[in-house]
């Protein structure tokens, strides 16, 4: 009875842990300052890219996102280190590697992105 209960304690989630997940799927209300740093995100090219790349894939890790991307090593490192820093991917350890996801902001841009490159596709 008490190894059940063990078992069954160590899957359960904590409010804690409920809340973060809760609070992970929502977009908040962004000020005029925070839409900026955002839209910063799209505003270089690779950048860009990279969160095109992420919305198609998500998950890869940084030699997979290099491969597509193209360009120097430490340059795409760099760039997903800032948008890391601005809050609209974010990195996940597995194994010796780090995959990168797109946040909910990060998927609203890169879908913006995405219809721009489509409009240019269409004329």
Known sequence: MTITFVIVFIYMKSPQQK???R???EVHPKSFPEIQTLLK???NHFRA???FILLKNPGINLDQLNEQVGGDFKNISFHTRKLHDMGLIYKKNKGPFVQHF???EGILLAR???SLTLAN???
Do not use: D, M, P
């Open 19 to 21: 809340e973060l997940e």
């Open 23 to 25: 609070k992970k799927n």
């Open 41 to 43: 995100g799209g505003a």
């Open 49 to 51: 890219h990279i969160l």
């Open 102 to 104: 797109l946040s909910n």
């Open 112 to 114: 913006f992105i995405e």
């Open 121 to 123: 596709v269409v004329r």
